[in-house]
Every structure is written in structure tokens, then in C-alpha cells.
């Protein structure tokens, strides 16, 4: 759930993703019963309850689990929750976007804060790093749906922005108050997407290495452990063989 892709793909691919699920289940059911409590209960008839259902199946999330937070949208235990986005600066002056989901405004900004300066970053105002990115829709295939030509085919018919391959997969970007019908006319020729979300994608990157690298994977991973936070965004680049290394 994070908008650093190469840094994903590579920890996925270390196995270090099984450690996460449990708490990545659970923050898609958070997400899962604020959308349904924000609208109807029917994901045909609910646009954001319908990306939150596509993106926990495509995480292998049970079926029941799916069902159950969408039923605690209508029961009298369900949480209150808000929407709040932080922004900040990590080490090297990469730009971060947190995404966090909380019932305890005053809890998220606390941790929030603390996990920054706790590696090295500072946390800005509403609109210190947002403006370094687009807002945009994103849909993700894995490699197996076919050829980079073939899914930039599909997606110039889909009516999409742009399309960035690599041996991970296909990732697909459109404008954002058009990613449903995107999605949907993508899925009428390449099948079911990976995984189907609103995100920030980074109009330039910031090139970094060594320590202060290390220092920021630190920091993303603290960030994405903290139970209120949904999604990180940033705009680092990290050549690839740094990555392994970092990661070794």
C-alpha cells in the first residue's frame, strides 16, 4: 500500500511481506467498513467501497473478512474514523505523503510527527510536498497478463494516461475522476487488474544513496507499521542494485 513501487516489489520479493499481513488485513478492513459506512453497502452502487473490495481480494484477503467489515459499517460498534493526510520531508529531501485513517486525530499526529523526527525527517504543512505530485488514478497487472505493448495497447483504448513496465508488472495511470471506467474498460480486455487505487505519483524524483537511503527505508517502514497509517507516498529514487544491497 505504498506508493514507493521498486522498494515493494524488491522487500516483496524477499518474502518480508508474510511478517505484514495480518496488519495489512487489517487496515483493508478499516478502509473497507469507513467506505461502506460512507455510502451504500454495494459495491456496484459505492465507487470508493469498490476499490477498497477490489484491493483485499487482490491481497488474497478472505472472503468473509470482506463481508464482516462491511457489515460493521451498519452495526452500532463501528468506529468513527477521518481521513487525514500528513506531508513531510525525509532524509535527502525526499518528499513523503502519509495517508492515514484514525479515530484519534491527536494519537496519528503524535506518532506521525515522532516517527519523522525520529529518523530524520520534518514534517511540513497541508501542501508542503503535495504539490511535487500528481493526483491520479492507478491500476496495477501483474507481468503474466501479457507484453508491454500489449497492455499499452489496451490502455490507449481504455482511454489512460500513461503505462510503466517492468519485470514486477504493468502499472497503468489515468486521471483520477475517470479511474472506474478505466479500470473497468482495462478489465474488459486484459482481466481482473492486481490492484485498482487513487494515488500520488511523483513528477520528478529525488535521487538518493547510502546511509541517508537506509535511514528513509527506516522511516517508510515505521510509517506503514503504525496501525492508523493506510498508504505512503514518495518520491526517492534508489537505483536498484543500492536496493538489494540496502536490503541484503
Known amino acids: 500500500m505504498a506508493g514507493h513501487s521498486k522498494f515493494k516489489n524488491i522487500m516483496h520479493r524477499k518474502g518480508r511481506a508474510d511478517s505484514v499481513r495480518s496488519k495489512l488485513f487489517s487496515k483493508l478492513s478499516r478502509e473497507i467498513t469507513v467506505a461502506a459506512k460512507s455510502g451504500l453497502p454495494d459495491p456496484a452502487m459505492n465507487a470508493r ?56 486525530r491527536n494519537r496519528a499526529a503524535a506518532n506521525v510527527r515522532s516517527l519523522f523526527s525520529k529518523h530524520g525527517g520534518n514534517l511540513g504543512e497541508t501542501g ?30 481504455a482511454g489512460a494516461d500513461d503505462v510503466e513496465s517492468d519485470e514486477d ?11 472506474n471506467e478505466v479500470a473497468q474498460a482495462l478489465e474488459a480486455s486484459l482481466g481482473e487488474a492486481k490492484s485498482t487505487s487513487i494515488a500520488w505519483r511523483p513528477k520528478s524524483q529525488t535521487p538518493i544513496e547510502g546511509d541517508p537511503a537506509a535511514t528513509l527505508m527506516k522511516l517508510i517502514d515505521a510509517l506503514e507499521d503504525d496501525d492508523d497509517v493506510q498508504n505512503v507516498w514518495s518520491n526517492e529514487d534508489i537505483a536498484t542494485d543500492e536496493l538489494e544491497r540496502l536490503l541484503a
Request: aromatic share 8%; hydrophobic share 40%; glycine share 10%.
Open 169 to 179: 508488472g504493468h502499472t497503468v495511470y489515468t486521471a483520477f475522476e475517470q479511474l
Open 128 to 157: 508542503a510536498v503535495s504539490f511535487m505530485f500528481d493526483r491520479v488514478g492507478r491500476i496495477v497487472y501483474p507481468a503474466s497478463v501479457g507484453s508491454e505493448d500489449k497492455v499499452m495497447e489496451a490502455a490507449i483504448e
Open 49 to 104: 467501497l469498490r476499490l477498497a473490495v477490489a484491493n483485499a481480494k487482490a491481497e488474497s484477503m478472505p472472503k468473509d473478512n470482506i463481508d464482516r467489515a462491511i457489515k460493521k459499517a451498519s452495526g452500532g460498534d463501528a468506529e468513527t474514523y477521518e481521513d487525514i493526510r500528513y506531508e513531510g520531508f525525509g532524509p535527502g529531501g525526499v518528499g513523503l505523503i502519509v495517508e492515514v485513517l484514525t479515530d484519534n
